[in-house]
């Protein structure tokens, strides 16, 4: 079991910058990857980036792609997203999780509470 907490969530006006972190403890060494998914109010789950724990591997979704930025430090159990260019569209509660290197959410077993991000225009 890997326990995760998000933090780094806020409210930013559009074209502003949010760092979010992510703080896993417990067995993360049965993990593969860690990723970031995102949920706006009425829409369903939707994946952000994956990174790999050891040879680091990238996926982004097509929508943050050149504006997100997904980094971890193994020595901290610690994985970041820092989204810069924030649009409204981004505004959702953000999810940290651990399982397989994929943007399938049912490939990730572990989930943290989530943290807010709201951009206003």
């Known amino acids: 079991q890997v326990q995760l907490a998000e933090s780094g969530g806020g409210l930013v006006q559009t074209g502003g910058s949010l760092r979010l972190s992510c703080a896993a403890s417990?067995?993360?060494?049965?993990?593969?990857?860690m990723g970031w998914f995102r949920q706006a109010p009425g829409k369903e789950r939707e994946f952000v980036a994956t990174?790999?724990?050891?040879?680091?591997?990238?996926i982004y979704a097509d929508s943050v792609k050149g504006r997100f930025t997904i980094s971890r430090d193994t020595a901290k159990n610690m994985v970041y997203l820092q989204m810069n260019s924030l649009k409204p569209e981004d505004t959702a509660v953000y999810y940290c999780?651990?399982?397989?290197?994929?943007?399938?959410?049912?490939?990730?077993?572990?989930w943290g509470q989530g943290t807010q991000v709201t951009v206003s225009s």
């Open positions: 999780a651990a399982g397989s290197y994929s943007k399938r959410e049912e490939l990730y077993d572990n």
């Open positions: 417990g067995r993360t060494f049965s993990t593969g990857a």
């Open positions: 990174i790999t724990w050891g040879i680091p591997r990238i």
